[in-house]
């Protein structure tokens, strides 16, 4: 099929490479020359693994091409809306300034049998509105909203093996639109659906819906365990443990229960906002209000994090020297937006620290964030002479550190692990101060505390 991808940032890069793997001729459209310059010769913009292969092997065979020219979807049947939808400054809602610009400027090229697809996060509603444009345009025209479940750092695999399809299509399932678009959906995802991937073919408020529940459900899970972490602070519990223990029950898993520093990224906070701005127009605020609760849970965190970190400076920070390892949002990703690390290295620097950040591929993207921050390359030298070690993005080369050799960099052995990633106990016996979001003011060798507990109690801890 001849597709074109409007906009090529961490989704619609990924999306366009992709779909020309299936086999099908893609064009991808982006305002941004740079962008289109760097991935029309076969390279990523942003670091995503897996991506820089794809795009070579692709543009290589002819079968994708970028262009700045919104006149070139003239060409495609099929036209992806891959834009974003950002958190609007101030406001909770969705800014659809860029999906409104990319389906406004696709109107003169569309023509009968033409599909335009939405595949960025909307308010639920807003396919419906924009349907009405598209056929207003051209009248034989359809549009259908397929969200994208993608992650970063695996979004190359998420989207070539997606978990489940969506469509949502006019009229919902049945209709004489729908079946027609549903139809062209198939073709394009031909390879994934005869891997016998799941597929809900549906209406457009419910495709709608399906993502941005799917993101407050994540973020929800995310924010259980860590509030079950400030509970675990507060009696000196282990929230690691605790989060094997409930994972084990297969209703409720062990996935995304990773206690720490919480969620960040360019996708579920501010598609949890979004959400609950919409819910507040339509009336059903108080069904949404436990995601404010989610959110502050969230952002909480990173105030304990600094906290933690004071108290473990001795009551100070102030002119300490703090070696920040990890800026990007998640591991296996350059994306800095609402990152949770820089957010924990900005709050501490403005209160008087010396902080040092590294990260092995977001410097650049986190520099132009906060320039007022100082970056080393490596983990060593950030942590050259630093009196605290604060580990906040789980990038697989800080949880292999040797925390003996790490350990003469430093001028203090603090550590604090803030995704529960370090063995406490080697950290512990290189000398280190070990200390975590969750795991109470020691995190003790396993069994201790209860063996405590039941002495307590004149229980013996090995009696049967
Ligand atoms: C998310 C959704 O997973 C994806 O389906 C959607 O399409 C876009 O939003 P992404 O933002 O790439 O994807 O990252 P994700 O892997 O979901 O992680 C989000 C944040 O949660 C990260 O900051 C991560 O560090 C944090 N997280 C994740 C935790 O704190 N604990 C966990 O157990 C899992």
């Known amino acids: 099929m001849r597709i074109s991808v409007i906009g090529c940032g961490y989704l619609g890069a990924v999306h366009a490479a992709s779909m020309a793997k299936l086999g099908h001729d893609v064009i991808g459209i982006d305002t941004d020359a740079a962008k289109v310059q760097a991935l029309a010769l076969g390279e ?18 002819g079968r994708l091409v970028f ?3 919104i006149a070139a979807a003239a060409e495609a049947q099929v036209h992806f809306v891959c834009v974003g939808t950002p958190q609007k400054r101030g406001e909770y809602a969705a800014d659809l300034r860029f999906v409104d610009a990319a389906i406004t400027g696709l109107l003169p090229y569309l023509r009968a049998g033409s599909l335009v697809a939405g595949k960025s996060t909307v308010p639920v ?15 034989e025209a359809m549009l259908a909203w397929n969200p994208e479940f993608l992650r970063e750092g695996y979004a190359v695999k998420d989207t070539l093996h997606p978990d489940r399809i969506v469509y949502g299509i006019p009229g919902g ?4 639109a729908g079946v027609r678009a549903e139809k062209i959906l198939d073709e394009v995802y031909a390879t994934p659906l005869a891997e016998h991937i799941p597929k809900v073919v549906t209406d457009y408020t419910t495709a ?12 929800t899970k995310i924010s259980f365990i860590n509030a079950m972490a400030e509970l675990c602070e507060a009696t000196g519990a282990d929230v690691t443990q605790l989060a094997d223990a409930i994972g084990y029950d297969s209703r409720i898993g062990r996935k995304f ?18 959400f609950m701005a919409r819910a507040g127009e339509l009336g059903v605020d108080q069904a949404l209000s436990f995601l404010r609760e989610v959110d502050s849970i969230n952002m909480r965190r990173r105030v304990r994090m600094v906290d933690l970190a004071r108290e473990v400076c001795g009551g100070s920070i102030v002119g300490r020297r703090v070696a920040v390892l990890g800026a990007a949002f998640k591991p296996d990703s350059d994306d800095v937006r609402d990152s949770p690390a820089l957010n924990v290295a900005a709050q501490m620097q403005l209160q008087g620290a010396h902080v040092v950040v590294t990260d092995p591929e977001a410097i650049a993207n986190a520099q132009l964030a906060w320039p007022t921050l100082s970056f080393a390359s490596s983990a060593e030298d950030a942590a050259a002479g630093a009196d605290v070690v604060l580990l906040l993005t789980e990038w697989r080369q800080y949880r292999e550190l040797d925390p003996v050799a790490f350990g003469r960099l430093v001028s203090g052995r603090r ?6 990633v370090l063995d406490p106990f080697t950290w512990r016996a290189a000398g280190w101060t070990y200390r975590a979001l969750g795991r109470g003011t020691a995190v003790q ?7 405590a507990a039941l002495a307590a109690q004149g229980v013996s801890p090995t009696s049967p």
């Not at 509603?125 to 009248?139: D, E, I, K, M, N």
């Not at 060798?445 to 063996?451: D, K, L, R, Y």
């Open 44 to 61: 990523a913009p942003f670091y995503e693994p897996g991506l820089p292969e794809l795009l070579r092997e692709t543009v290589t065979t």
């Open 67 to 69: 262009t700045t020219e």
């Open 125 to 139: 509603g807003t396919a419906h509105r924009l349907a009405g444009l598209v056929t207003g345009a051209q009248a």
């Open 173 to 176: 399932p049945g209709s004489a």
């Open 208 to 219: 709608e819906l399906v993502k941005v529940a799917a993101n407050s459900f994540l973020a």
């Open 257 to 274: 229960l990773n206690a720490g520093l919480g969620f960040g990224g360019g996708c579920l906070p501010k598609d949890i906002r979004a």
């Open 415 to 420: 550590i604090i692990d803030g995704r529960n």
């Open 445 to 451: 060798q396993p069994g201790v505390e209860v063996h």
